[in-house]
């Protein structure tokens, strides 16, 4: 609770602001029921001028009837105003009265925190839920400043303390508070009526009393789309629970922009997957390999080693028996291709040549 | 409480002894009591406290519809 002097300070600020506030009621409704009546005075007192000069032409009766309506019509509003100023609404609370609703203030909400300088006084709400949508605790703030309010009447802001906004719309922080100014519906009008008679707990309850309850037919965000987003890829705007993060760039994802990888089985977009050339299965950046030979794209599950070099190499291309890769395999199977097969000899059906004979040959297996 | 909040505050006549409970029943027909903050004098009272003359009754809704449209800024 504020010291006693503090809460008496702020008692005399606001009750000077109520009486300026009354005071220029009071006005305003003169201005507005007899500023009418002045040119009514006017066009009489021409139609009188007219009379006096010609007053055999008949103008007489019908200029007193016209009198006689005018000066009713005045007489009746001008009662209507002594009544007004002689309501409670004209009549401004004592400072006591004041202090009273500072400390009931207090009492209701706890928390009170007055700020001369900034000329505003405030206190929190408990956290608000909405129909499972969690918005936190609120600070309800007056401002009585009237040079910046417009029509002097003190203004109410209210902030979130631990702000939940929709993803649609950060500005908005409740269904009825955007830019932490309330839109009361038909609060309006009672909350005005409080502060203009000094009822600034009154005031504070109509505006807690907006903040607990939801009016779907006139929200800035829905409370059915405050926790929608939009899909990273096709734009398309989904309930958060329909929404999936892709593990590996983080955005998030409809259901039919995002697929699972069939290494890890994590949740990846289509911009981070990327298809094995062995398998044809889906595979996050995370579980892509390259195979050490070819150089294509493979899931890990799809790489081996040669059981040579131990190079990973995709599992199509290792011999099947050898388990080799194909810079190692030629070296073990090519050796026969390399040495020559020993040749068939061939025996001749002649007799064999003499040493006289010099034409005969032996005949050797074909180059 | 009267004219749903937008008229003036009012002095009203009651019988002595009258209770809380009674005085709402009388004033805010069809209406639950559990939708409203009843306060005499600044502070909550039990259903059957007995009023007295110069006690002040606040009697205030704690549902009202909010909007998205604020009428002041509609004005200008």
Known sequence: MPPTRLLVRAALKLRAVCIRHAAS??????????????????????????????????????????????????????????????????????????????????????????????????????????????????????????????????????????????????????????????????????????????????????????????????????????????????????????????????????????????????????ECELRCSVCQGWHCSKCRRRSARSGRDCCRSCLRKCAKCGANVARDELDASSELCPTCRPKEAGAPEVIPAPAEAVIPSSPLPTENDHECTIPTAAN | MNNDGGGFADYIEVELNTTVNKLFSEQMCGCQPEDYLIRVNRLPVAADHALQEGDRVTITPTKIEGARFNIVACRR
């Open chain 1, 25 to 270: 009621a009071v006005v305003k409704s003169f201005r507005d029921r007899l500023g009418p009546y002045q040119t009514a005075l006017e066009t009489a007192r021409g139609s009188l001028a007219e009379a006096v000069s010609d007053p055999g032409a008949g103008r007489l009766l019908p200029l007193r009837r016209q009198l006689h309506g005018l000066m009713r019509a005045f007489q009746h509003n001008a009662e209507q105003i002594l009544r007004d100023a002689e309501q409670p609404a004209a009549q401004v609370p004592d400072l006591r009265s004041f202090v009273e609703e500072l400390r009931q203030l207090e009492e209701e909400f706890g928390g009170l925190e007055l700020d001369l300088k900034k000329k505003t006084l405030g206190v929190s709400t408990d956290a608000i839920e909405l129909e499972g949508v969690y918005l936190g605790a609120f600070r309800i703030q007056l401002g009585w400043d009237i040079s910046r309010y417009d029509g002097g009447t003190p203004h109410f802001n209210v902030i979130a303390e631990n702000p939940n906004p929709p993803s649609s719309n950060e500005a908005v922080t409740h269904p009825h508070v955007r830019d932490q100014s309330l839109c009361a519906g038909d609060a309006t009008a009672p909350i005005e009526r409080a502060l203009a008679q000094g009822r600034i707990v009154d005031a504070f309850f109509l505006v807690r009393s907006v903040l607990t309850h939801y009016n779907p037919k006139s929200a800035h965000v829905q409370l059915e789309d405050w926790d929608s987003g939009n899909c990273r890829e096709c734009s398309s705007s989904v309930s958060a629970d329909d929404l999936s993060v892709c593990e590996r760039c983080g955005y998030e994802f409809c259901n039919d922009c995002i697929s699972t990888c069939s290494c890890c089985e994590v949740s990846c977009c289509h």
